[in-house]
């Protein structure tokens, strides 16, 4: 067993647990994009940002992907983590202003404004429908194309994928666009 | 030269081997060395050295003076360089038709060609040898000193200069933990941007058991720097022998050279290299009859900056897409294929073998407590010397860069100095008097990274200068952080906002405090210093931004949207000049009377600024 400390609270858990299992499993309130229990994290959204360390020296990391570790001091609600989480939402916000999902989240975290200029983008390159093509329907029909502003998701070469069910999975799974996202068509 | 050498099997028959090189290196004591470098060769160093064998063939000299491409020289502003040895004169700017004379006038009669050296751009004071240029003197050029004397393409060649002596004394003499315990206590830091102790890494390697990985991080991507790039092309060897004993230190029984296709003369340097190596049995199965052995294999990459992230360079190796991952797991506990792997920079590994040449104590010599050993700098930008410095760390930027550098070019006054690359921040004149060693850059909002070293006079402006990084960053970012992608991606809006003259105070202030998340919130180095050209040019550079915002002007005068050209009519003597010179045909006017532009027209491109004789043109 794993001993750290959370919010204050001494904690023990098994290891391999990440530090999200773990604020979940003890109902800390902390908001994800591209997280999904059936499928490995990612760390991509970094909404579910907490702050470890000792204050001083302390820094911010994704909590879907940092293993809970031995003596860990970890907080989750922080001045830091809530400021940084609200310039992230503002920054979704304006990247995806009609997102239901997205608005829900800035109305929840009183982000009342946005201060960049809206992009009307229709994906937020989560992962989720990558991930869950992959390992839950085995068939790696789409993938991340391209890096930095250029990623986009698609299939390989941009044709019509033969790997590709139409099993819809992806939409399925989609947090932000859903009804507009029209899946992997070639 | 003998090139079926049998394999090395001891101590003895390398040192055997040593010998002989040497005495024929030594009886070719007479020889022209020409950079063989990127630089030196893209200014036709290869026609150079074609003319100078002629030359020697003609005159009957070739069996008694040797002509040989070698590797960085470092003076890469007044390429191509040659130097005759012994007396290592050294000639710059040299056309393959200089090279008769120079076989005539000082290899036959032993006289200086005083055309062809090298003069202070500052003080205009000549210089005939190599060793007295303020350039070099001031300079510790442990790594680079390789470079001069030795053709990277033989292996003979290093091995007569010293090489592989490290290896031999690691391997036969020392037990990886005693090789550990050496470099640890010589303060060895990785060279690649971190700083991480070396040692500490190699211990925590070698502690782990079962199969376990060497990397050599070569995939170099800052704009602007070069040091990698020529360590592999100019001295191949020292890079290989620091791996292997760092594999002989981690217990190892692999490595990998990663490096960049964008390198192919470094790919195919450090690829005869290891050829040359397994040949004598320095790289493969029992080396040296001390059953340690290592396979080095090459892996090369596409080119993306981020790979030179260490777990993008495990993804890249492996054949994934280059996408950094969470750490903890750190790479020395699980990395390459799972297992335990080191991953060191170029510059690291050829430290190496000095450390155990040399010992710690006399390594530590050299740079200051915390920082020891030297460190290569690319000095570019507006500095009258541009090229490879070697100094010790802790040398301050006022020594580099006006005492070796030269001072500012035709000039001008010196503005700000960037370090560390892309990421690193930018430096105003009143920190010239900084340290350069890890803590002190980082201290006031830079980095040492990798080692470049960007030098901006006057006529730099800030907020373009942040724009700039910001749009390399935003290229190279691998896209899969949200705050890295689109934070670095709305920076750039907002840098582009300001310096268009759409700017507004409140956007300053979004700026900061954006800049901050950024840094904040990604999980790799890129997006965590990719706002550092961003927050250190606001530092102490927030006064040109307010210009830029609330005056509407570039003081600069290089953000296009906020500078007009203007003739002024007293100074204009009708020549035509700019009229005939200017792409958007904006400046109408009668010959031998005063020209006018018309500024709707006008595409600032500055061409009529450039062209006029009589400074009329006024630029606001």
Known sequence: MINLTMDGLKINVEPGATLLDVARFYGANIPTLCYDEALSPYGACRLCLVE??????????????????????????????????????????????????????????????????????????????????????????????????????????????????????????????????????? | MDLEAPKIKSAEEFFYIQRNYQKQYRDNNRFIAICGDTGCTARNSKAILGSLDRCLKEKDLSETVGARFTGCLGLCESGPLVIVYPEEILYHRVIPDDMPEIVEETVQAGRIIDRLIYRDPSSGEKYAYARGLPFYKKQVRNLLSGNWKTDPTK???????????????????????????????????????????????????????????????????????????????????????????????????????????????????????????????????????????????????????????????????????????????????????????????????????????????????????????????????????????????????????????????????????????????????????????????????????????IVMDEDTCMVDLAGYFLKFLADESCGCCFTCREGISRLLELVQNISCGRGSLDQLDLLKELAEVVKDSTLCGLGQTAPNPVLSTIKYFEDEYRVHILQNKCPAGVCRALITFEIIESYCNGCG????????????????????????????????????????????
């Not at chain 1, 992962?127 to 990623?151: S, Y």
């Not at chain 1, 019509?160 to 068509?185: D, F, H, N, T, W």
């Not at chain 2, 490879?388 to 001072?407: A, C, S, W």
């Not at chain 2, 009529?608 to 606001?620: D, G, P, V, W, Y």
């Open chain 1, 52 to 186: 470890i360390g000792e204050p001083g020296k302390s820094r911010l990391v994704s909590s879907c992907t940092y293993p809970a570790r031995e003596k860990l001091n970890v907080r989750t609600n922080t001045v830091r983590v809530m400021q940084t989480r609200k310039m992230i939402i503002e920054l979704y916000l304006a990247t995806c202003p009609s997102s239901k999902t997205i608005q829900d989240l800035a109305s929840k975290y009183g982000v009342t404004g946005v201060r960049f200029s809206p992009k009307n983008e229709e994906c937020i390159l989560c992962g989720l429908c990558v991930r869950m093509c992959e390992e839950q329907m085995q068939a790696k029909a789409i993938g991340f194309v391209d890096r930095g502003v250029n990623r986009r998701i698609s299939t390989a070469f941009d044709r019509k994928s033969e790997q590709c069910r139409l099993c819809g999975a992806c939409m399925y799974i989609c947090p932000v666009c859903q009804v507009r996202c029209q899946g992997p068509s070639g």
């Open chain 2, 155 to 453: 292996i003979e060649d290093y091995i007569a200069q010293g090489g592989y002596e490290a290896l031999v004394k690691a391997v036969t003499e020392m037990s990886p933990g005693e090789v550990v315990q050496e470099v640890k206590e010589a303060r060895l830091r990785g060279r690649g941007g971190a700083g991480f102790d070396a040692g500490l890494k190699w211990e925590e390697c070698f502690k782990a058991s079962g199969r376990k990985f060497i990397i050599c991080n070569a995939d170099e991507g800052d704009p602007g720097a070069f040091m990698d790039r020529s360590l592999l092309e100019g001295n191949p060897h020292a890079v290989l022998e620091g791996l292997i004993i760092g594999a002989y230190a981690t217990d190892a029984r692999e490595g990998v050279v990663y490096i960049r296709s964008e390198y192919p003369t470094a790919v195919e340097k450090i690829k005869t290299a290891i050829n040359r190596a397994k040949e004598l049995g320095l790289v493969g199965d029992d080396i040296l009859g001390s059953g340690f052995g290592i396979q080095i294999y090459l892996s090369i990459g596409a080119g993306a900056f981020v790979c030179g992230e260490t777990s993008a360079l495990i993804a890249s190796v492996d054949g994934r897409v280059g996408e950094p991952v969470q750490k903890p797991p750190r790479l020395v506990q699980q990395g390459y294929l799972d297992r335990p792997t080191v991953v060191n920079n170029v510059e690291t590994l050829a430290n190496v073998p000095h450390i155990i040449k040399q010992g710690a104590e006399n390594y530590r010599a050299t740079g200051t407590e915390a920082s020891s050993g030297t460190k290569i700098f690319s000095l570019v930008g507006k500095v009258n010397n541009t090229g490879l410095v070697e100094v010790p760390l802790g040398m301050t930027l006022r020594e580099i860069i006006f005492e070796i550098g030269g001072g500012i070019k035709e000039g001008k006054a010196f503005k700000a100095v960037q370090t560390g690359g892309p990421s690193g921040g930018c430096l105003p004149a009143s920190y010239l008097d900084l340290p350069t060693d890890f803590e002190s850059l980082t201290e006031v909002g830079s980095m040492m990274g990798s080692g470049g070293m």
């Open chain 2, 577 to 620: 000049l700019c009229k005939k010179n200017c792409p958007s045909d904006a400046i109408t006017g009668e010959q031998k009377k005063p020209h006018y532009i018309d500024k709707d027209q006008c595409d600032k491109c500055g061409i009529c600024f450039s062209t006029c004789r009589n400074e009329a043109i006024l630029k606001q």
